[in-house]
């Protein structure tokens, strides 16, 4: 019965007409994609804002099923298949009824399209509202059971913080770009990210360094022991492709 809820959710009377760009978040040791960030766009290329403004609460958990189909499928058709690199992709945990449920479409578009389901990456963001954390905990927990890895997005920028963290232990954290914006040359920036460093190595999870535009930026995150970087400095979102990585030309000395 649930599967057939997602397959309607699919098939419902609501076409967003999706697409996708990637992004890669780059291992800066290798100069290759870790993963490629799937961020909505309009048919067109228009905004995620323009597409996110015509999302309603009925229409929410349609729109959630959807981004997911076109991510795996976009993403298979510009290549990912011929690389190694994982799959991001954003999901509303408010429009999670049920995580073994609502994921049975997902699961079908990866065996469709040849996508190994341990590729997958879900990441979620600190500043959405989070209407029943304990429910969070619940998807993330089923999510891993399944094999796929999650990701708290946008971390340092919201209100709960540390207090989140502590309820959710994602595999990975995405640090917020207000942390990385003109590190290099902000000491409080570089002790606060220092510090979330130590705290992750402990916790086992995986930092990610967004928003990097700078290769004084990226340097300085080098410096710091943050492995995985993504922002302009290394490729603009590619619309339905996987856009080449342009490593900085002092990259190799800080990976060394």
Do not use: W
């Amino acid at each position: 019965m649930a599967q057939v809820g997602c397959e309607g959710c699919r098939s419902g009377a609501e076409d967003f007409r999706l697409a996708m760009a990637f992004q890669p978040i780059v291992d800066v040791e290798t100069g290759r994609a870790f993963a490629y960030e799937a961020l909505v766009r309009g048919p067109a290329g228009e905004s995620a804002g323009e597409v996110i403004g015509g999302v309603t609460p009925a229409s929410r958990y349609a729109f959630d099923q959807q981004c997911r189909v076109a991510a795996i499928e976009q993403a298979v058709a510009a290549g990912i298949l011929d690389t190694d690199a994982r799959l991001s992709i954003n999901f509303l945990p408010n429009a999670v009824y049920s995580p073994v449920a609502c994921i049975q479409l997902t699961l079908k578009t990866a065996r469709a399209t040849g996508l190994p389901t341990d590729r997958l990456i879900f990441e979620f963001t600190e500043n959405e509202e989070m209407v029943d954390t304990d429910h969070v905990a619940t998807i993330i927990d089923a999510y891993r059971r399944l094999g796929f890895a999650t990701a708290l997005d946008d971390f340092g920028a919201g209100h709960a913080g540390l207090g989140l963290l502590a309820r959710l232990q994602t595999d990975l954290v995405k640090l917020d770009m207000e942390l990385i914006r003109g590190i290099d040359a902000s000491l409080p920036r570089r002790m606060i990210v220092e510090g979330i460093m130590r705290m992750m190595q402990g916790l086992d999870i995986t930092v990610i360094a967004e928003g990097v535009e700078t290769e004084a930026e990226f340097a300085a995150l080098a410096a710091l022991g943050v492995r995985y970087q993504q922002g302009f400095l290394f490729a603009r979102p590619g619309l339905r492709s996987l856009p080449a990585i342009l490593m900085p030309a002092n990259a190799a000395r800080h990976a060394a």
